[in-house]
């Protein structure tokens, strides 16, 4: 076993280059194929790139933004960074411009990793550039492969000597949250945070060099990046995804054994069954329906399970690529009976818990120790408790310096060296923790009585018709909803109707209506969706409706909807 003797991310590149060969190491896709870039190359890119970086002016202690999808090249330049001890600023490539501009100020960016040409004119400040996958005549921009070339010459005309820092309390990055209750906050990781991270995983997942990865979650995510951190250390074979609409086909041809994925993609492979089975023929339909309410309702044992699992759960496991050993789900909440689901079909699914603040993992289910339902035990290192309100409290080596330029908000969140979490839940005799809400999602209706709005929200979107949906109760009188459509189904179905009058046919409405009366069947009178509204306008990153990674940003929506919520009550 090769020792995990790093203590640095600079460390972790010389213990990646000097344990392991792998030609296809990392992989991206051009023209339409894979392209394949061994450790030796990834070594000497990483080199080449850092002496250039330091020649155009980068400098100790430096924030530098990596404003760019996910690939080969995004790690390339991070490590570059690392080894002139500059400090990395993620942002996510379709974040919304208001809040691209206040993560450029609020770091002091003057130096831009870039892969869109669109989106340099929403860049106000006068930054330099370095351009990747397009080149542009502009004063203070160079293209990654002039930059190559410059350090390539650097390397053999000094020999310079690459030497990995050993402070582990300095900063490894600046990870800004998606803001999906205000402005973004700018956590600061130190190198010990990142380390101790891959340090847990290691003991709780170990993998070895021959796993093959598949990456589709953005870099700029916390949950990501540690994953994909700890991908690095092995040596693994790491495939990314180009686009997210060609997962499916991805997924068939890289035939991934690991993969990290957030709960809305396992919905939506979850729905696309469901619509997959409603085409079928008759007996087909009835079979793979029953055989998907026994996923849900019994473990896998007994013949009748083997029956299906022949005939039905063996073709769905193929979705994956037919040899996934583990499937890692974070970011959110899981829908319970999706998570049965997914495990009774043997997908082996590990949900796990954590926040950016942490670095992220604070807990997980694993192969050795897993409970449907739960979000695992914490990692080795992390102490939890929960308080007098039973909300989570956090410590550890994993725990963020704080927020940038927020010292009293860092003194709020941490208190006497823990993290408070924001999440109400509980801990069962065994040690693992169930996440119930979130503090401000349990919230109080104008007669004084409390509702979670979470899972009301979570059993509404299994409705094929419904993408997201935002409940509203805190001091009304009853509970409401908002419902935003799935406009796949509507562009699926090839209608000569408008999306208006689509949504609003009869079936579309009755279909809606079951699954409210159906959620309002389990909850308490004063918890029950009593008004809905259904909204076909779209919803985007830019006009504030949604988060980079996807999360419905609730107080933009009840600002925007602030009418048709009125009219509700």
Sequence with gaps: ?????????EELFFHIINNYENNNFLNYIEDGKY??????EFELRVKYLSLALNKIGIKEGDNVAIFAKSSPYWLIFDFALHLIKAISVPIFSNISTKNLEFEIEDSNIDFVF???SKRIKDIKKDVTYITYSFYIKKNKTYSLDELFILGEREFFK??????????ENSIFSVIYTSGNTGTPKGVELTNKNIISQLKDINEVFYLEQKEIALSLLPLAHIFERTVMSYYLSKGMSIYFVDEIENTSKLLKLVRPTTMTVVPRLLEKIFNKIQENISTKPLISKLIAITAIKYAIN??????????FDKLVYSKFREIFG?????????GAALDKDIYKFFVNIKVPLYQGYGLTEFS????TNTPKNSKIGSCGKALPSVQVKLSKENELLVKGDSLMKGYKNQEELTKQTIIDGWLHTGDMGKIDEEGYIFIESRLKEVVKTSTGEYVSVIKIEQALTKNRYIEFATVIANNKKYVTCLIFVNKDIYLQTKSNLSIEEFFNQKSVRNSIERTIFKINKDLNKWERVIKYEIITNDISIEGGELTPSMKISKTNIEKKYKDIIESMY
């Design 35 to 40: 392209v394949h870039i061994s450790i030796k």
């Design 298 to 307: 019994f473990e896998h044992r007994g013949i009748i399970y083997k029956i």
């Design 322 to 330: 037919g040899r996934i050993n583990q499937l890692v789900c974070g």
């Design 114 to 116: 870039i892969d869109s």
């Design 158 to 167: 000094q020999e310079k000597e690459f030497l990995a820092s050993s402070d």
């Design 1 to 9: 076993m090769i020792s995990y003797n790093f203590k640095t991310y």
């Design 360 to 363: 992220p993992v604070i807990c």
